[in-house]
């Protein structure tokens, strides 16, 4: 996946704006955009004192590690990272950029309404690169003995295995309640960093056996996600998962429980939403049944869900749209410089 940093960058110096990544007393910047937040707060509040414009973009918080043992020093650093990410918001920003509906409402619902402006910007992609078919080529190249469910996250640790443990039952119901329905069997194929020992968990819960591929390069992902005939957004509670704005653009529908962002993002025959079944926030079983309904339907009828997946990515998710949303916020006059600090919570 392309990180918004990359992204955001490239866009802004198509448009002929400068850009810088390091705060500088020396050097005028008209706007600085955190994304999400930065331990050099110093930096921050000097030049809140020049007068620079100061726009936070967030998603959501840390909370898996709440409800499941991390271990401590993720617990702190998530608890840190957290603390960082309020007190720009309250404290240094001139304007809040949210990813969704839902991260704004968490964050009110948190730590109430904040007092300087708000907006929300969805993620965007760029659609000539993720397309439905690549160049040169008359068709996606699909499996046709199998079906391919398909999970893309850059790590699945820290609790967030807990999605994984949803993709296997979630394919083992398929294979096993659904065989004469499908009339071939379904397969899983996992994209991101996976520690060994769960590899061993699950690696032989299922057959066909589970394709672990790793981290890829970012020009790997839209050939990945042509290959597959839907896409699990296992994330709970996600604020705007970039996985799945990728996936809808390269015409790959998307299958998702009700949680997080999801519902602003799958519209229509993109893909389904379905109930999660319980209280995601309290991780309560989900409801893998309804799930796997959602599932057959989007795998019998690829001729057309694939094409809403693509027309609802040009439709809400181009980089064009993105970028253009937070310059609205980043600039009030014409600017020609931009600074960007990263904090990764």
Request: aromatic share 8%; with cysteine; glycine share 8%.
């Amino acid at each position: 996946m392309v990180s918004f940093r990359s992204k955001f960058t490239a866009g802004l110096r198509a448009r002929g704006i400068e850009v810088s990544h390091h705060a500088s007393r020396t050097t005028r910047h008209d706007a600085i955009l955190v994304i999400g937040g930065t331990r050099d707060l110093l930096s921050l509040w000097r030049a809140k004192r020049r007068g620079v414009r100061i726009v936070q973009r967030l998603n959501g918080m840390n909370w898996l590690h709440r409800q499941v043992n991390t271990g401590l020093r993720h617990y702190l650093r998530a608890e840190y990272g957290n603390w960082i990410l309020q007190f720009i918001r309250s404290r240094l920003a001139d304007r809040i950029v949210y990813q969704s509906k839902f991260s704004r409402q968490w964050w009110e619902r948190v730590h109430g309404p904040t007092p300087v402006p708000s907006s929300i910007v969805h993620n965007g992609v760029d659609l000539s690169t993720y397309t439905p078919m690549p160049p040169g080529s008359p068709a996606p190249a699909l499996p046709t003995d199998r079906y391919r469910l398909l999970m893309v996250e850059g790590s699945l640790m820290g609790g967030y295995e807990l999605g994984l443990e949803t993709a296997v039952g979630l394919v083992e119901t398929l294979n096993d309640a659904h065989p004469q329905e499908l009339g071939k069997p379904v397969e899983l194929m996992v994209v991101g960093r996976v520690a060994d020992s769960v590899k061993t968990r699950y690696s032989e819960r299922l057959n066909p056996p589970i394709i672990w591929r790793g981290l890829v390069k970012p020009e790997e992902i839209p050939k990945i996600d042509r290959s597959a005939h839907l896409l699990f957004a296992s994330d709970i509670n996600a604020a705007c998962p970039n996985s799945v704005i990728e996936a809808l653009a390269c015409g790959t529908p998307v299958l998702a429980f009700d949680t997080g962002a999801l519902l602003e993002l799958v519209a229509g025959d993109s893909g389904r939403v379905v109930p999660y079944g319980g209280d995601p926030w309290q991780l309560e079983n989900p409801d893998i049944p309804a799930l796997a309904e959602a599932a057959v339907e989007i795998l019998l009828n690829q001729e057309r869900f694939r094409p809403a997946a693509r027309a609802r990515a040009e439709e809400a998710f181009g980089l064009g749209t993105m970028v253009d949303g937070y310059l609205g916020d980043l600039f009030t006059t014409k600017a020609r410089r931009h600074e960007e600090n990263i904090y990764d919570s």
